[in-house]
């Protein structure tokens, strides 16, 4: 058994956010660079050259690249070995999350979906987190995090094509959600689509194969190539930079499926796809 | 894709020059709203009270920015995503709005409010929160603070970047900007 201390993690935690929220991940960063070189048109590159120096700049004065912080979202993996003490693993997430926001003065963006009234008094500065826990054999406690913004998770899409359908289906779906997502998504993004399990498992997958690195390639090598086409077709669209029409509007698409065995139930192929603004805030934290 | 600098508040004439991909860069007063102080604006001119700013040749700037450090005017703040504001735009235009600052679609009955009333809806850089809170000089909460971020605010700018996204003449950035780098 080793011990990790409830106050480590809220601390790692809390230091994680900030720094996430005001430091674009390091794969975005390149990734927009080599798109600047890449776009052919005018106003495409002048926006791209704002996000570069807005980069620069939140990085300077410790500002958040976005005034839209996001939901907190942790997929946390959690050793057999692990024992957690001075409380529980919950609530440390808890108040690591409200702690990073709320002295990092970040937004708080949680509200009751009914009544729209911000949820800072009742439960907490943009609490509740999203978290998702797995068991793994080990003696590590693995946690990481997005701040994901309300703008391309608004763009996102699931469905449930029939079997016969295929990839043929899948591409023509996730043509179909970039395609109508356009500007509001804030391009050039990064497209995740979960292919397979259940339905909600699709849609899980879609949002963690956005943690993978952009411009690392995918294990399964058939799947590798799919993304590689389905990137070049979207990037067909036009769209472009704020969607103001370019060349430069994907910037990677990451596809992840249930393992072992790539799973779906016999009847089914569920498809999700989950946007990825340029504003990219994931990190990962080992303890 | 020509370039201006405009001063705010904006009259007809200054609307009627631009063009959908133009650069301008606004300097003046900008007011800050979103969905639910829009909701409460259009109530007041249905009532035929008074709005809380003048609203001929305004500009409208959806944000809702973070809280600023200590010694900061504001905090990040980039657009948010316009069409929620589509269903107050019309009527606002229609009693003198000229501009809105935001990211993203709007639908037709916007775009035709654009063209009858003269009005423009500029496209600012989503998620370049850092960089547009630069060009804020003074930022105040004019009414409805207990909507937090969400309050209405008269903000002072210098030079701030927008793209004209919808003109007067009903063209359509999004639309043709795709059009032409579409490659099928
Ligand atoms: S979509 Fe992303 S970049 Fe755009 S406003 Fe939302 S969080 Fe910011």
């Known amino acids: 058994m080793r011990t990790i201390a409830y106050n480590d993690i809220v601390k790692a935690i809390r230091d994680t956010i900030i720094y996430s929220t005001t430091h674009l991940s390091e794969d975005m960063l390149k990734a927009l660079q080599e798109a600047l070189q890449k776009e052919e048109s005018p106003v495409s590159r002048a926006v791209l050259e704002q996000l570069l120096e807005n980069a620069q700049l939140a990085a300077k004065e410790t500002k958040p690249l976005c005034q839209d912080t996001g939901l907190a979202i942790f997929f946390v993996k959690v050793g057999e070995d692990v024992k957690i003490e001075g409380g529980s693993l919950k609530s440390a997430i808890y108040e690591g999350t409200q702690k990073g926001y709320e002295e990092g003065y970040l937004r708080a963006s949680t509200c009751d979906c009914f009544t729209r009234q911000n949820l800072k008094d009742k439960v907490g500065y943009n609490l509740p987190p999203i978290i998702y826990f797995d068991i793994v054999p080990g003696d590590k406690l693995e946690i990481e995090f997005a701040a994901k913004g309300g703008g391309s998770e608004n763009g996102s899409r699931a469905t449930m094509l029939a079997p016969a359908q295929g990839i043929p289906g899948i591409r023509a779906f996730v043509k179909e959600v970039v395609s109508n997502a356009g500007p509001n998504v804030c391009p050039p993004i990064v497209v995740g689509i979960g292919i397979g399990g259940s339905f909600d498992m699709a849609a899980v997958m879609s949002k963690h194969a956005l943690f993978r690195d952009i411009g690392s390639s995918n294990p399964d090598p058939e799947l590798d190539k799919l993304e590689k086409e389905i990137q070049e077709e979207l990037n067909k669209l036009g769209i472009g930079a704020m969607g103001m029409g370019g060349t430069q509007t994907v910037l990677a698409v990451h596809i992840e499926t249930y393992q072992p065995g790539r799973m779906c139930h016999i009847a089914s192929l569920p498809v999700a796809v989950n946007i990825q603004c340029h504003s990219s805030r994931h990190a990962h934290i080992t303890l | ?184």
């Open chain 2, 1 to 184: 894709m020509a370039e201006y600098k405009l001063q705010t508040p904006l009259s007809d004439e200054d609307v009627s020059k631009l063009k959908a991909g133009d650069i301008v860069y606004l300097s003046g007063t900008l007011y800050t709203a979103r969905d639910a102080a829009h909701k409460r604006l259009v109530e007041l001119i249905e009532k035929g009270e008074k709005l809380p700013f003048e609203l001929q040749g305004a500009v409208i700037y959806y944000v809702g920015p973070t809280p600023p450090k200590p010694g900061e005017v504001i905090g990040s703040a980039g657009p948010t995503t316009s069409y929620r504001m589509d269903s107050y735009a019309p009527t606002l235009i229609e009693h003198g709005l000229k501009g809105m600052i935001g990211k993203g679609k709007r639908n037709e009955a916007v775009k035709e409010a654009c063209k009858k009333y003269k009005a423009v809806y500029f496209g600012a850089v989503g998620g370049a929160g850092a960089l547009l809170a630069k060009r804020i000089k003074e930022a105040e909460v004019i009414a409805y603070p207990e909507l937090g971020p969400e309050a209405v605010r008269r903000l002072v700018v210098e030079d701030f970047p927008v793209v004209v996204v919808n003109d007067t003449y009903g063209n359509d950035l999004y639309e043709e900007g795709r059009k032409e780098w579409a490659k099928e």
